[in-house]
């Protein structure tokens, strides 16, 4: 999968001394954002350039360790599954130093044009998400787990 | 379910005009605070008075219609499943006007001590996790869809 | 001044037990957008029907004491200054149950059409600045001591 | 200054499609902290190891040019004054291409011990901040003026 790098903030922990749970969906949309740029093509591009919006139909996120206060963490983002008319990203959040998952999670979008109808992604995201690093089925295993 | 109203503040909006996904997670949080509270002893008299956190170990949201600014929301919280070391709260967000869910959720919570140790809640815990309203079927059967 | 309740969330507070400093700036929003309200027009109704923003061009807040997790506050808001381009608002942030401020705060803001150009305010919401209650001096001058 | 390079993220902007303006006081956390760190003791180590805290006392921000969603950025940071109890910070957020701020901005701290009081800083926190760059005096100035 794909690897950013981040440190956890003093805005994003809270009063148990933890990062706050919501604060792993901003770093999924980094992770995810971070991905795709790697692939040659900002998210703000896919936006401008293809007309294509990529709102969040369902996001969930599994917390194994708590991270806490400038944690050098690392984002890893792939994609689970795809159809014509969604894509799914999962993502594992492990410290910089270990294989461990702190947290893993997944989003699952679908493609609007900006009018706020679903559409089929041009053909430029199709080719660019068939690029995209596959999410190992381990991860999509744990994910589908109750 | 307990019912709590709020409304979408513009450091909630993003970019596409809606409210941010993240955000979901902070309401949910607002909406078991709210419950408990109206059950008679608040989360922080749970954490000071009775020494247990909530920590959560899973999360998902499932996102129907966006939210734009300023619109008038209600969360609504249930209890959704219960065993001695988990909670599992269920959420929907709707609009003040109607009855149609924006959205719907659910975390786990386990039972900690201070020390960072897995424990069993305190009787007076579980009287007032008794006391709780339910999730009402179809939305705990309507989140254990794929 | 124009008094809002709330209190402080989970999502709110940072490993050092306090709310976290950003965040009063948040509050800031809610205390002027609740202001505007109770005058009569929503601030995304000055948005979506007279075609005027009002993007912040200064704020600060001094902070005096520290909020914990819901601790229930008030934030109150009143007109510090206008002139025919902007208008400046003061905040004061208190407990519910008592007048001694835990923050003080301002903003600057100036009028802007959808294009993004400086404009005059149309003369109804002139006519609703007017009616806003006006922050006490001894605040204005708290805010411009350096 | 230091300069620390970051992104404006889509969990950042608001409905007017900029950065929203707490935001701002977030990125100035980042910059003092990965400006300590290039000096050689991360914030996280001046609370652990030293003891010592540096709650925020006032804070400003002067917004000149809004920033869009998945601008490069850059936030400077330098020391604008010293006492035996504080010290204040500077800040200029500007484009990584180019030298116009964006935003200029600045936060008083004071030391404090762990148990809450106020205290003056131990010799390797002197030391180390006499090591830090210098806010230039023109940025000081801007900030100065009301």
Redesign the interface.
Known sequence: MHAFAFRV???E??????A????Y??WF??GR?EMLRALGR???SVEEDLGV?L?????????LE?A???DALVVETGVAARTRATVRFAYRVRREAGPEALAIGT?LHFFMDRSGRPRRPPAELEALLTLAPLAPPELIAAL?T?
Chains 1, 2, 3, 4 share one sequence.
């Open positions: 903030r003093y805005a922990t809270d009063a148990m001394g933890w706050y749970y919501a604060h969906l901003r949309e980094i954002a900002s998210y703000r919006l709102p969040v139909r369902d996001a969930r996120c599994r917390y708590g806490r206060y400038d989003t589908e109750p």
